[in-house]
C-alpha cells in the first residue's frame, strides 16, 4: 500500500514533555501524526500520515447520529534496546474486522491495518515513553462519513488511528487494588446484539451505570447478563477470578462479551506457569459465595489499558460489600501479572512471539 506522508518538520515536534514526566496520565496525550484512510466506491483508498488535528465531518455524518464507529485498543513498548514493539496488534486488527462485520461497515484487510500501524509507530517512535506502566496506546477507529439520516449504512468511511503515550489506565498503577459495584438495574450487552464487537455504543450507554459506581465508591460496574445470571464483564476489562486450587476461571466468551487479547493471553502464560485455566459461565450466586467461603483467593479484570487489575472488593446498590482475601494483591496475580508485563516490555523472552518489532524507515 502506498502511504503519503505529510509531516511536521523537525522543529514543530516535541516528544520531550513526555520523557521528562514523571509518570503519565492515561489517554490524555497525543503524538505529532495520526494515519488516516477513507472508503469510498466500495474501495479503500488515499492512505496518509498527517499531523494530528481535527477531521471534518459534515453534521449528518452516519456516526454521530446512528453510532456507526468501532474501535481498538493496542499498545507499543519501548525496548531496552531502544526499539518499539507491538503487542499481539494482529488479533487486534481481526477484531477491528469482527466489530466491522458486527456493525454492517466495510471490513479492513488485517495487513494493512499493520502496515498502517507499522508506519505511524515508526514516525513517532519518539513518542513512546519508557516509564514503568507506560506504553504508546494505539487507538484505531473506523466511522461513518456519509452525510445521510435515513437508517442505511454509511457508504462512505474514514479509518484512522492516533496515538496516546500513557501510564497506567487506573491512577497508581498496579499498586492499587479496585472495587467493582454489582448492579441489576443496568446491563453492558444482551444476547444478540453488539457485546462481542468493540463499537461506541457499548461505552455509550454504560456512562450512566459507571456513574452510579463512582457513587459506590467503585471503579467500575461488574455487569451480568440480561436475566443477572452469570457473570458478564467490567465496563473496559474482562473479569475472572482464581480459587484457591489455583484455576484461573474466566466467563465465556459469549456474543455478548468482548473476547479480550489480554485474557487469551493470560490464559497461554497461565498454562505455561503451571495453573489451570477454565472458562465457564459463572453464576453470580455461586461466585458471591465462593468468594464469602474463601474458596475464591483472588480476582479482577484483564484489558490492554488496565492490563491486570486486581479487585478486591465488590459492593451492592443495598451497600453490602463482599471482600476477595484479604484484600492485598495475591500472589498469583502478581506473578502472573509480572511475567505478562515482562514479556511486553521486553523483560523476559518472547516465546509466544506475541512481539512485533517497528521496522525503520
Ligand atoms: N472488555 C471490554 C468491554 C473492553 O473495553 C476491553 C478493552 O479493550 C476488554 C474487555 C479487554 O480487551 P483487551 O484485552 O483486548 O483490551
Ligand atoms: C482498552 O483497554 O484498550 C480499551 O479500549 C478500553 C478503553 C475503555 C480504555
Redesign the pocket.
Known amino acids: 500500500m502506498e502511504i503519503k506522508m505529510t509531516l511536521k518538520p523537525e522543529r514543530e515536534r516535541n516528544s520531550d514533555s513526555i520523557k521528562n514526566a514523571e509518570s503519565l496520565s492515561?489517554?490524555k496525550l497525543r503524538s505529532d501524526h495520526m494515519f488516516l484512510m477513507n472508503y469510498e466506491g466500495g474501495v479503500w483508498k488515499d492512505a496518509r500520515i498527517v499531523p494530528y488535528g481535527p477531521v471534518e465531518v459534515m453534521p449528518g455524518a452516519v456516526a454521530l447520529h446512528y453510532g456507526k464507529s468501532v474501535?481498538?485498543?493496542?499498545?507499543a513498548f519501548r525496548h531496552e534496546d531502544g526499539e518499539i514493539y507491538t503487542f499481539r496488534f494482529e488479533e487486534n486488527a481481526k477484531r477491528m474486522n469482527h466489530s466491522l462485520s458486527t456493525l454492517c461497515m466495510p471490513e479492513i484487510p488485517v495487513d494493512i491495518q499493520m502496515e498502517a500501524t507499522l508506519k505511524l509507530l515508526d514516525v513517532e517512535r519518539d513518542w513512546c515513553p519508557a516509564q514503568p506502566e507506560s506504553s504508546l496506546?494505539i487507538?484505531p477507529f473506523v466511522f461513518g462519513t456519509e452525510d445521510a439520516l435515513g437508517m442505511e449504512p454509511s457508504a462512505t468511511y474514514t479509518y484512522c488511528i492516533m496515538l496516546s503515550p500513557s501510564g497506567a489506565?487506573y491512577p497508581g498503577g498496579f499498586k492499587n487494588t479496585v472495587r467493582l459495584l454489582i448492579t441489576d438495574r443496568f446491563h453492558r450487552a444482551v444476547s444478540g446484539g453488539t457485546g462481542s464487537a468493540?463499537c461506541c455504543g457499548n461505552?455509550g450507554q454504560a456512562f450512566r451505570a459507571a456513574k452510579l459506581s463512582k457513587t459506590y465508591g467503585a471503579k467500575q460496574v461488574l455487569y451480568l447478563d440480561s436475566s443477572n445470571t452469570y457473570i458478564e464483564e467490567v465496563?473496559?476489562?474482562n473479569h475472572f477470578h482464581i480459587t484457591k486450587d489455583k484455576t484461573i476461571v474466566i466467563p465465556e466468551f459469549t456474543d455478548s462479551i468482548l473476547k479480550s487479547i489480554?485474557s487469551i493471553s493470560v490464559m497461554e502464560l497461565a498454562k505455561s506457569l503451571g495453573y489451570e485455566v477454565r472458562q465457564e459461565r459463572i453464576r453470580i450466586n455461586d461466585f458471591i459465595e465462593q468468594v464469602k467461603s474463601g474458596d475464591i483467593i483472588e480476582a479482577g479484570g484483564f484489558?490492554?489499558?488496565?492490563v491486570i487489575t486486581p479487585v478486591c472488593e465488590y459492593i451492592f446498590e443495598n451497600n453490602e460489600v463482599i471482600t476477595v482475601g484479604d484484600c492485598t494483591i495475591g500472589e498469583n496475580i502478581r506473578k502472573i501479572y509480572d511475567a505478562y508485563t515482562a514479556i511486553q516490555t521486553g523483560d523476559a523472552e518472547d516465546k509466544f512471539g506475541w512481539l512485533t518489532k517497528v521496522p525503520r524507515g
Open positions: 492515561f489517554g474501535f481498538e485498543g493496542a499498545k496506546y487507538r489506565y468493540k461505552y465496563g473496559a476489562m489480554t484489558g490492554t489499558a488496565a
